[in-house]
């Protein structure tokens, strides 16, 4: 049988080896990993993302790949699948030197991926998003769709999604989305699986199917490398670990040996309080007000207050509405109801230019779409929101908009060789300095940071982070949205907690926990939380 | 001596009217002697590939400069130009209006080539009567239209034609069979179409014989014999007319000529001599017309289709 | 600024020289030689002057001021109307309906002439019909929000199309005295009116998108609308103001055209949007948007008018000077990208030998 | 069913078709005629088929251009060759033509695919070229009919049970073109490269191979078009078709294909052209004065893009339906 032939679990097939036994595995006669790559190096304009790095997999085993944000861990599996080349470094499949010069390669040579992003065609039915590029074929070599539309099935039932496979993708949420990505790594013959965050966005349910799928991959003898941030699901599904830090490995070994405060210092590379340097701050009068806010389909009622020199949490699962929120708060989207009152006066927001004219800026999640400007400079992007102050007559003031944008830069600690360098060229720390320059450079009272650590390195990660706190100091008003629990909890005053386009609830710092958070966010009372 | 460089400046590059007129550009410049002829014209009809040309021609100082103008009026400043700077400019075929140019020389005069349309729709039309169409050329074209507005004032004089419509086939293939078709269908009364343009006849032609209406519906106006010899012997024309292409262009170059050198003068009622063709006399409006045009049919159009 | 030169983000390799003070962040890097050689505008002057130059050997005639002043009618109205294409285009939107608003303008300054007008009322008629025209096209796309190519593939057809009801097989002639002045006038010797005119306008879009904020946004659009929008720029007020100044300078292109052919016809200019976007895209404003100069599209209507010329001077058909400037535009293009492409593989084999 | 009726675009413009052929017959009673029709759609057939070329092209996100060049240039070697060999076969022609569209679509698809540059400016360029290019094989001259051998012009036009051979090949086409949209891989690639580049460099698909395929295709259809066109018309110089490249774009517009790639359907593409070529083949008949044309057929184009782009408009996410429907 061709591609049709998909079974997840062969009832034959019989775990090779029972994982914990094993002390030092790569020298126990006849275990020899599946998949070896050697001294892989890739960097890209600004950042080293991967240094010499090392890893082994092995059939019916699953390997964890943890590390901070930023740590190279995607890029590993770009260059896993073919997408990018890596500078140096070699990769052995089944003792053969093997080279992967497109995806197409890196499918024939056996390994599938489901990527963090949701990579898929909207136009598309989901049996199509399922087998694009390898649809089954009739006789005549044309696409044989009730085949296809069968397998789709099949495929989605092994994963116990009830999606219809004619469907069109657009009409999906996110979650089946995830599903059918899962599912399209599942239909190639593949030896190897990757999964990169493939829970992120999944409900308590789901991410239960998505380990019994785990488990019977593995007792189907592929090899697997599950990438997570989620401590409890590693431990519970990972046979061996290897830890990244800035695109090294710093450690590896079998998941039977380590405890995870072991994990967490070899991530971080130092202890976690040093991460969060929350400093406490005399909160002030209340800046802002929002009352009812809601928008027609996105999320509903959202009130709270904002105080000087406060940090407030928005915590909550991706896909939560987080983002939209603080996006119609900035007027970007129209909202269909609620009031904003700013230092006691009722303003309306109807355009970005209205909120930085009433003091509140939005450092945007999506930095390279929405927050910077890549090939413009250094000094045009942080002058692009104070076109006014920097301009006389309307016409540009370049010493004076390099002036602003030298001041701002030496606040950041900007790592840069020039001002008129594009911004395109720096690293994603450095260019998310840029954009936080750009709207500190308006000296605004409100500064909303929607996921403002989220892919950079960790260094540049505590400087945002002291900086954020130095800002609140200064008498800021900080709002930070966050799907990190411990970055929610060292450096938030409070936290909102978003569930569904809907308030959950608002923790003092005091009184956050964990748990607590997490229960609130997934609507799960009885929900496992780390 | 130097050459006299005369430009002939045709509608458009790649017409076999012109490139006939051409021909005889080239025997008026052998008789002359030291006669060189810039053959030249934009690839399209338009005003502006025309005026664009005439800046270059300016510039080379050419002595003459003989249009067949796509836009009567708007040669007319570059033209003006041209004679402020010394050259000869006639226009010939399509006129120019009369400030853009010395003298015109029409292939005949209006009236008789208007006459001769509406003589050729009587004698197609089965008992001289019956409905018939034109089909013109661009709407901007000043020949076209002074002839359709010829045509429509003889009409007197030919009761049994009755013009239901004029479209425009600019000229082009393809818009041509279409309007055609567009008549056949719309008008299925009319029996004859007129069309004073070479491409619009050929067109028409093809769409009469691709309806299968041969013998029902007769085409015909001015045409080149070269084009239209096939469809004579397909029967879908019975006869057209046409001046002779090589007489024009000889004609032309021949007065531009005279007119360059200074041995004649543009003025009402001068007296122009054109080589092997005698002479020509300009009328008030500095106008000189040529012989009628010349009807073909099955009898003689297989002898001119060798020539034009 | 010297950022905003050509293309998507260059390919450098990472700053090696990375400070870790912002305190000693130079304001601008030495640009190397091989970067100021990949500039659009000099590559594009060497070619004029190349042009010039081969030009004045193949013909007499071709250094002659009041020959070249004639040759500069053959690019001054699209030029005019490139300018404002330039900025359009550099903010990621494109106007296929400037051809069709001459015509629409023509025919409504010459209806107004047969009815008497005066030439400052035909001048304002002008103007306003291109104002109107322009607005229409940038309500479609800003605030209905449609695909500018096909709005204006539309607008292209409806424009000249209201221009073909209004006049027919019919022609506008009478136009009043003092009219030809736009298009037929000298300024001092053999300086046209339209040359002077479209310098004077070229030095103001070149300050409007160079050294205004207005450009700035113009730029920060093209790059990137989304962030653009996210800073507070009015991205459709922006683009809309675009498509009006696109507008008036069609506006203002028929004035010209108009008072050069001394009529009007609802056939008039005919195929000239394409020429004005091949001369912008030559000029080296990226077609997708966020770089571009005004200096470039200048040298790129001087080149075209100078190609266009020479040849003429030769008598060449103007066909064939389209397959010139057509394999100019491609070659235009391809140079810089492949020169790249080289530098970027030596650079990597150097780095794989070290 | 109803709803599926208003949300599917066909639907929409087979009836708007329907509304104009009504319309038309109240003032011309003939055109509903079933032989009438069959005229209108052989007319039609050329840019039907040109239309389905261009609609692979924006599919993945290019533009074609040069469509109406390629067909001319393509038409005149043809009949250059047919004037000079009269007895060459028919056979020999067209593939002659198909060749020469081909190699020509190929010189697009590699300057997009290989360099670089933008379809648009690409085909701007080759748009100029290609006319060129005829003017100096022809040195500027017509092939008129005369000079073309019998068979070569009565091709397109033989009817076979009731149509001509030109609109047996429009047919044929569109079904071929079904197939290869629906049935290969490549007609699906051209969805995902348009629709989403990124994933599909992940899903392992080339873009630029894919959309230099598309470019193929559309220019070998545009030289079989190009036999077509001179044949049927009987006539070959070098502003043959020209500016029919909006024609083209338009019919693919008002079929609802979207400029942004990745959305568009071969019913959609053929109604688009079959309404645009009702309506050509209406205007001459109806007695709406041609000068009226033009500003018709540009309207329609605006009334459509504004249709379909009502049509296209993103939902949103509609985070609190999901809630709503998830609990
Ligand atoms: N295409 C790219 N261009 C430039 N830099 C990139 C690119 N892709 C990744 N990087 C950078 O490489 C580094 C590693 O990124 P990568 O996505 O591999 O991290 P990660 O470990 O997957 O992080 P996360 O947990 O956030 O997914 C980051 O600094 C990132 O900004
Ligand atoms: N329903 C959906 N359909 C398509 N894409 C979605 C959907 N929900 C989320 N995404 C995508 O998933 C990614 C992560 O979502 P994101 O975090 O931005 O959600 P959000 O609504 O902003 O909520 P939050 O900020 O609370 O996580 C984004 O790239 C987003 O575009
Ligand atoms: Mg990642
Ligand atoms: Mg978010």
């Known amino acids: 049988m061709s591609h049709s032939a998909f079974t997840l679990v062969r009832p034959d097939a019989r775990p090779t080896t029972s994982p914990t036994l094993a002390p030092e595995p790569s020298t126990e006669p006849g275990k020899r990993p599946l998949l070896t790559m050697t001294g892989i190096s890739k960097s890209f304009p600004g950042v080293r993302a991967l240094n010499g790095v090392t890893l082994d997999l092995y059939s019916g085993e699953v390997t964890a790949l943890i590390g901070e944000n930023g740590a190279g861990k995607s890029t590993l599996v770009k260059i896993l699948t073919g997408i990018y080349q890596p500078d140096e470094g070699e990769i052995v499949i089944e003792g053969r030197p093997t080279l992967l010069p497109g995806a197409q390669a890196a499918t024939e040579a056996g390994i599938a991926a489901i990527h963090q992003e949701t990579v898929l065609f909207d136009e598309l039915t989901v049996a199509e998003n399922i087998y694009i590029g390898h649809q089954p074929r009739t006789r005549l070599g044309l696409i044989d769709w009730a085949i296809m539309n069968r397998n789709a099935a099949r495929v989605l039932d092994e994963l116990e999604a009830r999606i219809d496979p004619t469907m069109r993708l657009k009409d999906l949420g996110i979650a089946q989305r995830h599903l059918v990505a899962i599912g399209r790594a599942l239909s190639v013959h593949s030896r190897i699986v990757i999964m990169d965050e493939p829970t992120a966005a999944l409900s308590h349910k789901e991410v239960e199917e998505l380990y019994h799928v785990v488990e019977r991959l593995k007792a189907g003898d592929r090899a697997i490398l599950f990438i997570s941030h989620k401590f409890e699901e590693v431990f519970r599904l990972a046979d061996r670990y290897t830890v990244f830090r800035d695109g090294s490995v710093v450690g590896a070994g079998e998941m039977a040996d380590v405890k995870s405060a072991d994990l967490v210092r070899m991530m971080v590379g130092r202890s976690v309080d040093q991460v969060f340097p929350k400093t406490d701050v005399a909160i002030g009068p209340t800046v802002m007000q929002v009352r009812g806010f809601s928008h027609p389909t996105e999320f509903a009622d959202i009130s709270f207050d904002l105080h000087r020199g406060e940090i407030l949490g928005i915590y909550g699962l991706v896909g939560a509405g987080r983002s939209e929120f603080a996006q119609a708060l900035f007027g970007i989207t129209r909202p269909s109801a609620g009031t904003v009152t700013i230092e006691g006066k009722p303003v309306t927001i109807r355009r970005p230019s209205d909120a930085i004219g009433a003091g509140l800026v939005y450092v945007p999640e999506e930095r390279g779409r929405h927050g910077a400007v890549l090939p413009m400079s250094i000094a045009a992007n942080i002058g692009m929101a104070s076109l006014g102050r920097t301009s006389k007559a309307g016409f540009l003031d370049l010493a004076r908009e390099c002036q602003l944008a030298r001041t701002y830069a030496e606040r950041l600690e900007l790592r840069a060789s020039a001002l008129n360098q594009p911004v395109g060229t720096l690293s994603g720390g450095n260019q998310q300095k840029v954009v936080i320059g750009k709207w500190l450079a308006t000296e605004p009272r409100i500064i909303v940071l929607d996921e403002p650590t989220k892919g950079i390195d960790i260094g540049s990660k505590a400087a945002v982070h002291a900086f954020m706190s130095e800002l609140a100091g200064a008498g800021l008003s900080v709002v930070m949205i966050s799907s990190e629990l411990p970055e929610v909890l060292g450096m938030a005053d409070r936290i909102l907690v978003m569930r569904e386009g809907r308030m959950a609830g608002i923790l003092a710092r005091t009184n956050a926990t964990p748990e607590k958070l997490v229960n609130l966010a997934t609507g799960n009372e009885t929900g496992a939380a780390a | 001596a130097d050459k006299v460089r005369i430009a002939l400046l045709v509608k458009s590059l790649g017409n076999g009217f012109f490139d006939a007129a051409h021909k005889g550009a080239d025997e008026a410049a052998k008789e002359l002697g030291n006669v060189e002829v810039i053959y030249t014209g934009p690839t399209s009809t338009t005003a502006s590939g025309q005026i664009d040309i005439i800046n270059s021609l300016i510039a080379q100082k050419v002595n003459a400069i003989a249009v067949s103008a796509n836009d009567g009026d708007a040669l007319v400043p570059s033209l003006k130009k041209a004679m402020q700077r010394g050259i000869t400019v006639i226009s010939w075929d399509s006129a120019v209006a009369k400030p853009g140019r010395e003298m015109h020389l029409a292939p005949s005069s209006d009236a008789l080539i208007g006459n001769m349309c509406d003589k050729l729709a009587a004698d197609a039309l089965p008992g001289g009567k019956g409905d018939v169409a034109i089909l013109s050329a661009t709407a901007t074209s000043t020949n076209q239209n002074t002839w359709i507005a010829e045509m429509k004032k003889a009409l007197p004089k030919y009761p049994g034609v009755n013009v239901v419509t004029t479209v425009y086939g600019d000229d082009l293939a393809d818009k041509s069979y279409r309007e055609t078709e567009g008549i056949l269908k719309t008008y299925p009364n009319v029996k004859v179409i007129v069309a004073p343009t070479s491409v619009g006849i050929v067109a028409a032609a093809q769409a009469v014989e691709d309806a299968g209406k041969v013998g029902q519906v007769f085409v015909t106006g001015l045409g080149l014999p070269s084009e239209l010899a096939g469809h004579v012997d397909k029967g879908s024309v019975k006869s057209f007319a046409i001046w002779n292409p090589i007489d024009l262009g000889y004609a032309a170059t021949t007065i531009a000529y005279e007119l360059a050198t200074k041995k004649a003068e543009a003025k009402p009622g001068a007296e122009i001599p054109i080589g092997r063709m005698g002479k020509t006399k300009l009328d008030e409006n500095d106008q000189a017309a040529m012989a009628d045009p010349f009807v073909y049919d099955k009898s003689n159009v297989h002898e001119f289709a060798k020539i034009f | ?354 | 069913m109803i709803g599926f009726l208003l949300k599917r675009r066909e639907p929409q413009i087979f009836a708007a078709i329907l509304v104009l052929i009504a319309l038309i017959s109240t003032r011309f009673p003939g055109f509903a005629a079933p032989a009438n029709l069959a005229e209108v759609f052989n007319d039609t057939a050329i840019l039907i088929v040109l239309a389905l070329g261009q609609m692979a092209v924006i599919l993945t996100r290019c533009i074609d251009l040069s469509v109406a060049a390629n067909l001319a240039l393509s038409g005149m070697i043809v009949a250059l060759l047919n004037a000079a060999h009269p007895d060459l076969p028919l056979a020999v022609l067209i593939l002659v033509a198909l060749v020469s569209g081909l190699l020509l679509g190929a010189i697009n698809g590699l300057l997009v695919w290989k360099v670089g540059i933008p379809s648009i400016v690409v085909t701007l360029g080759t748009l100029a070229v290609y006319r060129g290019v005829i003017f100096l094989l022809a040195g500027g001259a017509w092939v008129n009919a005369h000079q073309m051998s019998a068979v070569f012009l009565n091709m397109p036009r033989s009817v076979i049970l009731g149509l001509p051979v030109l609109a047996w090949t429009g047919v044929l086409i569109v079904a071929l073109g079904v197939l290869v949209i629906r049935y290969t891989g490549f007609g699906r690639a051209l969805y995902a490269v348009g629709g989403n580049p990124v994933a599909a460099v992940y899903a392992g698909l080339d873009v630029g191979r894919t959309q230099f395929l598309a470019f193929c295709l559309s220019g070998l259809l545009s030289g079989l078009c190009g036999y077509f066109w001179v044949s049927r018309y009987a006539v070959a110089y070098v502003d043959v078709a020209n500016g029919f490249e909006l024609d083209v774009i338009a019919a693919c517009v008002i079929g609802g294909v979207s400029i942004g790639g990745g959305i568009g359907s071969v019913a959609g593409t053929v109604l688009g052209a079959i309404f645009l070529g009702v309506i050509k083949n209406a205007l001459p008949v109806v007695n709406i004065s041609p000068f009226w044309q033009m500003a018709i057929s540009g309207s329609v184009i605006i009334i459509a893009v504004v249709f379909n782009a009502r049509a296209e408009k993103k939902r949103g996410r509609l985070i609190l339906k999901q809630a709503r429907t998830a609990s």
């Open chain 3, 1 to 354: 600024m010297t950022v905003l030169d050509t293309g998507p983000l260059p390919a450098e390799p990472a700053p090696r020289s990375a400070r870790a003070s912002g305190g000693s962040i130079p304001d601008r890097l030495e640009g190397r030689a091989s970067r100021i050689f990949l500039r659009w505008e000099v590559l594009l002057l060497v070619l004029a002057a190349i042009v010039f130059a081969i030009n004045s050997f193949a013909s007499p005639y071709f250094l002659d001021p009041w020959n070249l002043s004639d040759a500069t009618y053959n690019f001054t109205e699209k030029a005019m109307i490139g300018l404002a294409m330039a900025l359009l285009i550099v903010s990621g939107e494109i106007d296929l309906s400037v051809a069709s608003i001459i015509a629409l303008a023509s025919v409504a300054m010459g209806a107004a002439a047969a009815a008497g007008a005066s030439v400052w009322m035909l001048v304002l008629i002008g103007l306003g019909v291109g104002l109107v025209a322009g607005a229409f096209n940038g309500f479609l796309v800003t605030m209905v929000g449609l695909p500018s190519i096909v709005v204006t593939i539309g607008t292209m057809s409806l424009f000249r199309g209201i221009a073909f009801i209004v006049l027919g097989d019919q022609v506008y002639n009478s136009y009043p005295a003092g009219f030809e002045w736009f298009g037929q006038g000298y300024v001092v010797w053999a300086f046209t009116v339209e040359l002077v005119m479209f310098l004077v306008l070229a030095v103001i879009f070149g300050l409007v998108l160079q050294k205004s904020t207005f450009g700035r946004r113009v730029y920060a659009i093209g790059n990137n609308p989304m962030a653009a929008r996210f800073s507070g720029i009015r991205v459709e007020r922006i683009k809309f103001i675009l498509f009006l100044l696109t507008g008036v300078m069609s506006g203002l292109a028929s004035i010209c055209l108009t008072s050069r052919l001394g009529s009007t016809r609802p056939s008039i200019a005919t195929g000239w949007e394409l020429e004005v976007v091949t001369m912008v895209v030559l000029g080296g404003v990226a077609i997708n948007g966020g770089s571009g100069t005004i200096l470039g599209v200048v040298i790129a209507a001087f080149v075209m008018g100078l190609v266009t010329f020479g040849f003429g001077l030769l008598n060449v058909p103007g066909i064939v000077m389209s397959i010139f400037i057509g394999l100019l535009l491609i070659a235009v293009i391809a140079l810089p990208i492949l020169f790249r492409r080289v530098m970027a593989a030596r650079r990597s084999t150097r780095r794989v030998a070290a």
